[in-house]
């Protein structure tokens, strides 16, 4: 089992910046990736971006590359969401969550999941 917490969600007006965080605990040695993923009011959940643990590469929707970054702190098991630039249409709750099989867009191949934080960028 693996433990996702996030953290760092809030209130931002358009252009700001938030920096997610989400903890692991639990059997993290078998993580594969880590992706975040965000659901707006009435709408699907959709992929935000995903990194791969054994080599860094990275993965980012057309919709926020340039603007957010993913990172991780293997030593504190952490992994970040910096979201720079934010829009309205980026309010929404994201969530982490970890694979244990590939890296995807696709929620249905992530493992585990965080209770997610709420973003809301103000016009």
């Known amino acids: 089992q693996v433990q996702l917490v996030e953290s760092g969600g809030g209130l931002v007006q358009t252009g700001g910046s938030l920096r997610l965080s989400c903890a692991a605990s639990?059997?993290?040695?078998?993580?594969?990736?880590m992706g975040w993923f965000r659901q707006a009011p009435g709408k699907e959940r959709e992929f935000v971006t995903a990194?791969?643990?054994?080599?860094?590469?990275?993965f980012y929707a057309d919709s926020v590359k340039g603007r957010f970054t993913i990172s991780i702190d293997n030593a504190k098991k952490t992994v970040y969401l910096q979201m720079n630039s934010l829009k309205p249409e980026d309010t929404a709750v994201y969530s982490c969550?970890?694979?244990?099989?590939?890296?995807?867009?696709?929620?249905?191949?992530?493992?585990?999941w965080g209770q997610g934080t709420q973003v809301t960028v103000s016009s």
């Open positions: 639990g059997r993290t040695f078998s993580t594969y990736s």
């Open positions: 969550a970890a694979s244990l099989r590939g890296v995807s867009i696709l929620s249905r191949v992530y493992d585990y």
């Open positions: 990194i791969k643990l054994s080599d860094g590469s990275t």
